[in-house]
């Protein structure tokens, strides 16, 4: 089939056919997915080269295409053509199911950007109208082309730390991540030209073991199929297991390799998946909880 959207290093991409590609994937796929098979779903209908998944935001780290199918399932949602669960799936609506054209897409971006319009107005102007402090623009009014991820700036912040340090930093740090998970006996070998192999480590699951050799790769971009086999090669004869931690992205390409039948399996950790496990073990990363009290001032009043 013929590509319907493209997207380019420079310049934004068709939103409205964005998010008919993703209704059409997810009508292809039952109706429901999760983001990752949706997004892998959309770029085999498509056919999105590896060069293409690889671009990433303007001084961001995020991938173009992934950061711009998020906001095609956002409008969708908005719009009422999409709904998604507590377990990060997502399926069609009555409404989505009837959607089959570039013109209703359109239709639903531009009715949910003219909402946040007006809800930005509305907001506003009750700030006007209590003598508040406004806060600070949220970005809703310059929504068709992607807003503020509130969410995803630490991990960008940490993404941009890691990318800093030294290479055998990383490698000592991937270390203690597999420790904190659980790995024993896990040893750093980048520094000896093995093949692409950086270390190795021991995984005991219950009576068994698995010894898994690992690679670490501080890239802003996307690991292709190539960096995949690349590695599978180095593990010949030495392990039935392996872990690529990055980062950054891996291409839908890569993620086929890393579980080609009959071919060593190898597990991936993205930059995301990366920021989550050192979230998760503390290493680095810091959470704290914020109060926050709010005056009924109607309360007060009705006393």
């Given amino acids: 089939m ?86 990060g799936v997502w399926a069609l609506t009555d409404a989505g199911e009837k959607v089959v054209s570039r013109e209703q897409t359109v239709a639903i971006h531009n009715r949910v950007n003219e909402e946040e319009r007006q809800r930005a107005r509305e907001k506003r102007r ?56 659980g790995f024993v006996k896990v040893e750093v070998r980048g520094q000896t030209g093995d093949g692409g192999i950086d270390g190795v480590g021991v995984l005991r699951v219950n009576l068994v073991s698995f010894q898994i050799y690992f690679q670490c790769k501080r890239w802003k971009g996307s690991v292709g199929a190539k960096e995949i086999r690349d590695f599978r090669g180095a593990l010949q004869g030495r392990a039935d297991k392996g872990l690529f931690i990055t980062t950054g992205t891996f291409t839908s390409q890569a993620s086929e390799e890393a579980t080609r039948d009959g071919a060593i399996a190898i597990d991936l950790i993205d930059g995301d998946r990366l920021c989550e496990l050192l979230k998760q073990y ?22």
């Fill in 2 to 87: 013929s590509r319907s959207f493209v997207i380019e290093e420079v310049g934004f991409p068709d939103l409205p056919q964005l998010m008919l590609a993703t209704v059409e994937a997810l009508k292809a796929l039952g109706g429901s997915a999760s983001i990752d098979e949706l997004d892998e779903a959309v770029v085999e209908r498509e056919g999105v080269s590896e060069e293409e998944q690889a671009f990433t935001m303007p001084n961001d780290t995020r991938p173009k295409l992934k950061y711009y199918l998020a906001w095609a399932r956002t409008f969708l949602k908005r719009g009422g053509a999409l709904d998604n669960s507590a377990r």
């Fill in 126 to 181: 009750r700030e006007k109208e209590s003598r508040k402090v406004p806060e600070m623009p949220e970005g809703n009014e310059a929504a068709s082309n992607g807003a503020r991820d509130v969410a995803g700036d630490w991990k960008a912040a940490l993404l941009d730390t890691l990318r800093l340090i030294d290479p055998a930093a990383f490698e000592r740090l991937s270390q203690r991540l597999l420790r904190e998970a």
């Fill in 282 to 303: 503390e290493l680095g990363i810091t959470t704290r909880l914020i109060e926050e009290v709010t005056v009924d001032g109607e309360w007060f009043a009705g006393i």
